[in-house]
């Protein structure tokens, strides 16, 4: 008997972009006319995941990493120059129509709405586009509404909306035909606090409760943390790394921080066995390897040598890590 | 018609019927383009009456009351005219908003031809109603009985034209899903656009009707398919093209239809390898 296919297959995908350029200037648009300069970009360069239904995956890289195209590719809108991908069994690209009727897609910086409907047009709209029966649509509709708080929403002109609610009304949008796979492409850019917590406890809750897959870019490292088991770290178009939060962080350094309030801001600590990366006011944080030296045992060598208020010991930021993975400590950025 | 083909045709006509309830709320663009309309009529009738009264030839292509009424109609039906892609398919390439039109469940060309069909109707509800009426009651009032726009030739040339329009509108979405089509290639698609507009604007009749063409140009604008979007419909309103001879007009309107169907078809089929979505 076959062995069960993974939910989404990813083999060496290979992506290029062909730039123009032309120098600046009015010498340079000239010359642009006779003669054009092209420059090919690698976007992707050999990448490869699979993924299981009901995971939810972190897909985090720096600007220009190729995240977001390796989401467009996934969701059938670009195709590769190499490389197999398959989900639920289908070519995205060669199967464009089959396969995005099983998936949803939210992009942050876009709306899938009708800018100048009603919220609740826009959502009989897509009932209709993607062929959802009234009486299967109703449920899911009123579901979504509740889960998402869109009820005071509805009567509103998209136009009208702030960000954070337009983004609650575009993920009911990518999930009204009920897609067992959803892409989202930094679904938190530029919300507030509070519209990104709303945001990551439905994508946590409609993970759980309803075994979605759910694929994340994002550039904010709270949404990592919060939701994702397993992140894929990509750079210039290859894979960095792949695995469990923990996992990332134990490949990249064990390093813990302790952070220690002083009661006289102008004691200095120090320690063999520590590296002081932080001193702000009465607050210092240490960096040290817990295999060389215990925790208990740092905390007491520095409470018995100062006056503390307060300590704890915490991981590094989630954002250290990957930016040593990309080889650029924020760290070396300050003094 | 089926069930199945009703559900195939749902998301396509939900799109026309949506955007065409969204279009008639641009009441303020309907009322400038009417005001355009009446001034550009106007300004065309001068030339053409000065032209009439000066022109010492006996035999004309056309009658000046045939021209009125020419005119008229293709001020009247201006925003039918295919001379610019559809203006939110554009934005959507620039954007990247696009990319969730590829995202739908349905054939690109279908939902492009489906958004143009909405597209050239609402503002032309909005615009050719009040535009006949100034033409065919208020300008005879103004003591200008000889510039107003008259009845179609006899009923059967109304059928005729009923069923010649129908052809123009359908001609008129396949080249507005093909200029749609041209901006995937974002930069080189302006130019083509650009190239485009000006031939439908000249070719179709719009500026001059086409019968006032030199004799050696008629063959080759009336075997174009611009000729399909005013002067054929047109002609058979005003009798020019004898109601029996319908039947051409249809024939030289769906062919060219279909052409510019299919051609736009394999050209988006195209694009869509190579497309690179904009930005983020």
Known sequence: ?335 | MTATTAIALRPYAAIVSARFRMLLQYRAAAIGGLWTQIFFGLVFLGVYDAFYRSSLQQAHPMSFAQVVTYVWLGQALWAMLPWNPDGEVRAMVRSGAVAYELCRPVDLYGLWYARALAWRTAPTVLRAMPLCLFATVVLPLLGLEEWRLAPPASIESAIAFAAAFVCMLLLGCALTALMNVSLLWTLNGEGAVLLMAASVTFFSGMIIPLPLFPDWAQPIVQALPFAGLVDLPFRVYIGHIPPHDVVAVLRHQLLWTIALVVFGRWLLARGMRRIVVQGG
């Open chain 1, 1 to 335: 008997m076959p062995q069960p296919q993974p939910q989404i297959v990813v083999e060496d995908l290979v992506k290029t972009f062909r730039v123009s350029e032309r120098a600046p200037g009015v010498w340079g648009a000239v010359r642009g006319l006779v003669h054009r300069k092209h420059r090919t970009v690698r976007a992707l360069d050999g990448i490869s995941f699979t993924l299981e239904a009901g995971e939810l995956v972190g897909y985090i890289g720096p600007n220009g990493a190729g995240k977001s195209t390796t989401v467009k590719i996934l969701a059938g809108i670009l195709v590769p120059e190499s490389g197999r991908c398959e989900i639920l069994g289908r070519v995205p690209w060669k199967e464009r129509i089959a396969h995005v009727a099983g998936i949803g897609v939210v992009f942050g910086q876009r709306t899938q709405l009708w800018w100048d409907l009603p919220v609740a047009d826009s959502f009989e709209l897509l009932r209709d586009i993607y062929r959802v029966p009234q009486e299967r649509h109703v449920p899911i509709r009123d579901e979504l509404i509740a889960l998402l708080d869109l009820e005071p929403l509805l009567d509103m002109p998209v136009r009208q909306l702030s960000l954070g609610q337009r983004m609650r009304c575009d993920l009911a949008a990518a999930l009204l035909h009920a897609p067992p796979i959803l892409f989202l492409d930094e679904p938190t850019i530029g919300l507030d606090a509070v519209s990104k917590l709303a945001i990551r406890d439905f994508v946590t809750r409609l993970n759980r409760e309803r075994g979605v897959t759910v694929i994340l870019t994002t550039h904010d490292m709270d949404d990592i943390e919060a939701l994702c088991t397993r992140v894929i770290v990509i750079a210039d178009g290859h894979i960095l790394s792949d695995g469990t939060l923990s996992e990332l962080r134990n490949r990249v350094t064990r390093e813990r921080w302790l952070t220690v309030d002083l009661v006289n801001p102008e004691e200095h600590v120090q320690d063999p066995d520590a590296t002081l990366i932080r001193r702000d006011g009465h607050r210092v944080c240490l960096a040290f390897d817990p295999q060389r030296i215990s925790p208990a045992e740092l905390i007491q060598r520095v409470t018995s040598a100062h006056a503390i208020r307060d300590l704890f010991v915490e991981n590094p930021p989630i954002e250290t890590i990957v930016a040593r993975l990309y080889g650029e400590s924020p760290r070396s950025r300050q003094p």
